[in-house]
């Protein structure tokens, strides 16, 4: 985790708002687009052009509100929206709407992978893993491959278009990733028996509070990612965060 200086800097200092992206005409889908990091990203991508704008939601109403909030605050057309059904929690629902997304848009432009979770205990997910991590990491995995051959049918298409548009496909994340230390792990544990393990599961109420006072808005923390779905090549495998590459 960053340090208090360094979060109350980044809270003063956020991104820039990518408004000069072009998003006209582009396939845009977005996870966990009814709140948070995804519902901003999404109105930042209806505002930018994006159609259709695909909004992966838990449940229709979810979807429904979220396209009623979009058009409030974009004026877009309310043709431009595609609402699907996506439980992240199991792995069978991941291959469905990935199904159904194969089939029913012809080219896929941006995934915008922005669901996630931060459970205040431990927790197992139907197929038996702890919430986060079938959440925010193994259905999120398994849902980027299984999309990924349709970005890839796309970049084809796409760069002998008159725009050149190079299909993304970004992940949300936390700079805390840097920080993970080997010696955290036991010796003859692996990486996910280590993240399974209860006894070692710490309570995260006090990271709310303290990102109540730290962190940036949603709106603020969307610039970064819809901004890194308008890199060029070089960003393959980066991280993007203010706007800079990170090592």
Not at 52 to 76: F, M, N
């Amino acid at each position: 985790m960053s340090s208090p200086k360094e979060l109350w800097w980044a809270a003063r200092n956020p991104p820039s708002d990518p408004q000069n992206l072009d998003f006209k005409d582009k396939a845009v889908l977005v996870t966990g687009a009814n709140s948070g990091l995804g519902h901003a990203a999404a109105i930042k991508y209806a505002a930018l052009g994006a159609n259709p704008l695909i909004l992966a939601v838990r449940s229709q109403q979810k979807g429904e509100e979220a396209k009623a909030d979009i058009i409030r605050a974009t004026k877009c057309s309310p043709d431009i929206f595609v609402i699907e059904i996506l439980e992240l929690t199991t792995f069978a629902s991941v291959r469905e709407f990935a199904d159904r997304v194969n089939a029913r848009v012809p080219q896929l432009h941006v995934v915008q992978l922005a669901a996630g979770i931060s459970t205040p205990g431990f927790e197992k997910s139907p197929d038996d893993y702890e919430m986060g991590l079938q959440v925010n990491v193994l259905s999120t995995t398994l849902l980027a491959l299984l999309l990924l051959p349709k970005l890839r049918e796309t970049a084809v298409a796409t760069t002998a278009g008159p725009d050149g548009f190079i299909p993304h496909m970004s992940f949300v994340n936390s700079i805390a990733h840097l920080e993970v230390k080997p010696e955290w792990i036991a010796d003859g544990d692996t990486l996910l028996q280590r993240i399974q393990n209860q006894s070692k599961f710490d309570k995260r109420i006090f990271m709310a509070i303290f990102y109540v006072f730290l962190g940036r808005s949603a709106e603020q923390g969307s610039r970064s990612m819809v901004s890194a779905t308008g890199l060029g090549p070089e960003s393959h495998g980066k991280f993007w965060v203010n706007d800079k590459y990170l090592p």
